[in-house]
């Protein structure tokens, strides 16, 4: 197979991707759990800090109460493994300390904050596509972040240890995988060389409420047909977990 048709192979398996809600209760073997794991540490972190943890659940009754913490999404208790994400300060703090540097100015920052997330973050997303090469399936679950006080309890995280979110992965249920889920258009979030007039959008996104109001009436038989700005509009109009900002703090990352 020559190099481009790998590469193409590649393209199509990340635009391929869609959230599975429904696995079977096949479990994943250990060897290519160690493939995700191997992949998700390639992921590239700012000047190499790796500054993440990752936590795979496989303990039933610690998968159960983090569904519970999640809002009683019921894949957390399903899935194969389920893996948690988690900023991590605490490793560069202690690694500081045994050299007798204080860390605390940096480490209070919000840039050590942000560095830590986007860490998580990419890392996670290596696992995921990582995942689904080897046939897997994967759902995102930020609901851990209802109740972070609780699921950092449960998994013993240190302080400068925060649960970003959680990741569902196992064999899809065949029956019950949905369909590929439409985007925006590239031309409403992709610019050249500045960020585009919003009025300039609007017919993009215009045309996509239409698409995403086909997409819901389809999937749920007629039941559902809004668009996707009233969707957004619904779930963001009303702030949510406002406790965040204060369990972030006593986790030692005061932002401001």
Known sequence: ??????????????????????????????????????????????????????????????????????GGQQQVENCSHFFVFCADLHRLEKIARRSNINMKEPLDSTEMFLIATVDATIVAQNTAVAAEALGLGIVYIGGLRNNPDKVSDLLK????????????????????????????????????????????????????????????EKRTNGKRSDTWSETMIDKRKIPRRLHLKSFLKDRGFPLI
Not at 4 to 31: G, V, Y
Not at 169 to 175: F, N, T, V, W
Not at 177 to 195: D, S
């Open 1 to 70: 197979m020559s190099n481009k048709k790998k590469n193409l192979d590649i393209i199509k398996h990340l635009q391929d991707h869609r959230s599975i809600r429904q696995f079977t209760n096949e479990k994943i073997p250990k060897e290519d759990i160690e493939q995700i794991i191997l992949s998700a540490q390639a992921a590239p972190s700012s000047s190499h800090g790796q500054a993440y943890s990752v936590i795979c659940v496989t303990e039933e009754e610690k998968k159960s109460k983090l569904a519970e913490y999640a």
């Open 157 to 216: 995280l240190p302080y400068r240890c925060y649960p970003v979110f959680g990741m569902c992965i196992g064999y899809p249920d065949s029956k019950n995988i949905p369909e590929k889920k439409p985007r925006l258009p590239h031309k409403a979030v992709f610019y050249k060389n500045e960020y585009l007039n919003f009025e300039k959008t609007l017919t993009y996104i215009e045309e996509y409420d239409e698409i995403m109001k086909t997409y819901y």
